[in-house]
């Protein structure tokens, strides 16, 4: 990856990667997918367009843009990570989409200014250094007029919740908010994301937020809540914030599900803010 602009390079992914975390991103998509794509079409996102997917990952939100541009549209995605990409390559195949497809590099590679009606993400700049500089960048390849939507978590205690609450649930959200701080993410991405368009010169962005919540024995949240942590565990070891023995990572999805069914109770996994606008 070269010639990417100062203060946009994105520390360490958060998650690191694996095929268990590919896993993870496309169960994370069952909790979060839906309100994807409402994001993508009150924004704008209609056919005939050519998008821009940043930090495009397994490919869920290039999939689903694809979908809603249609065959006379196109969709670029572009992540850092060639490993994952071949996984997005393969499920655009298995899903029968010629009109997507990825890149591996830095944001610059592949794209021409002025090329794109629209530029869009998810979960992307919570590692970035500088959103808004990112975000300058990135409207600068749309055309007048032209789309921006981002979803971002927050990871804020009261984003986070089981209710009543469980041993399993306070520790799993605890530990998550742990590792965000510990290795200086933004815990309120989602909500900067206002002040992140302003301040990259878009005008005031409509916002909308997604809270996947249940309970019962077959709520997604359960699993994909303990995969995160899997995802994280390096890091919780490195941090020092707990010990294998204490998270029980083989064990959290059973735990989690058992505790909130006991108490019959509920589980909301972390609120994804949704922005978006369009160029000037």
């Known amino acids: 990856m070269t010639n990417e602009a100062p203060g946009t390079r994105p520390p360490a992914y ?10 993870r991103l496309v169960a994370q998509h069952r909790l979060y997918g839906p309100f994807t794509r409402r994001l993508l079409q009150d924004a704008g996102i209609e056919e005939g367009m050519r998008v821009l997917d940043v930090g495009s990952g397994a490919g869920e939100v290039s999939l689903l843009a694809a979908e809603l541009v249609g065959p006379t549209g196109s969709v670029v995605g572009v992540d850092q990570d060639p ?3 071949e996984t997005a390559s393969a499920r655009a195949e298995a899903s029968g989409l010629t009109n997507v497809s990825f890149h591996a590099g830095d944001l610059h590679d592949g794209v021409t200014a002025d090329d794109f009606d629209a530029v869009v993400g998810r979960l992307v700049l919570l590692y970035v250094p500088d959103p808004a500089r990112m975000l300058r960048g990135l409207v ?13 978590f927050n990871f804020l205690p009261e984003s986070m ?4 609450s ?5 520790s799993l959200w605890a530990w998550m908010q742990a590792v965000v701080r510990g290795i200086g993410l933004d815990p309120a991405t989602g909500y900067h994301l206002r002040n992140t ?15 996947p919540v249940g309970g019962g024995p077959g709520f997604p949240g359960y699993d994909y809540g303990a995969e995160s942590l899997r995802s994280m565990l390096p890091l919780i070891l490195k941090l020092g914030i707990a010990t294998e023995e204490e998270v029980g990572i083989d064990t959290l999805a059973e735990r989690l599900r058992d505790e909130t069914v006991a108490s019959g109770g509920v589980i909301k996994t972390p609120d994804l803010v949704g922005a978006w606008g369009r160029k000037r």
Request: contains cysteine.
């Open 197 to 211: 368009f302003l301040e990259a010169g878009l005008p005031e962005p409509e916002m909308n937020v997604c809270s």
């Open 83 to 85: 490993e994952v990409l």
């Open 140 to 152: 600068e390849r749309l055309k007048p007029g032209g789309i921006v939507a981002f979803g971002e």
């Open 161 to 164: 919740v089981t209710y009543p």
């Open 14 to 23: 958060l998650m690191g990667r694996s095929e268990a975390e590919t896993r």
């Open 166 to 170: 469980t041993p399993s649930g306070e």
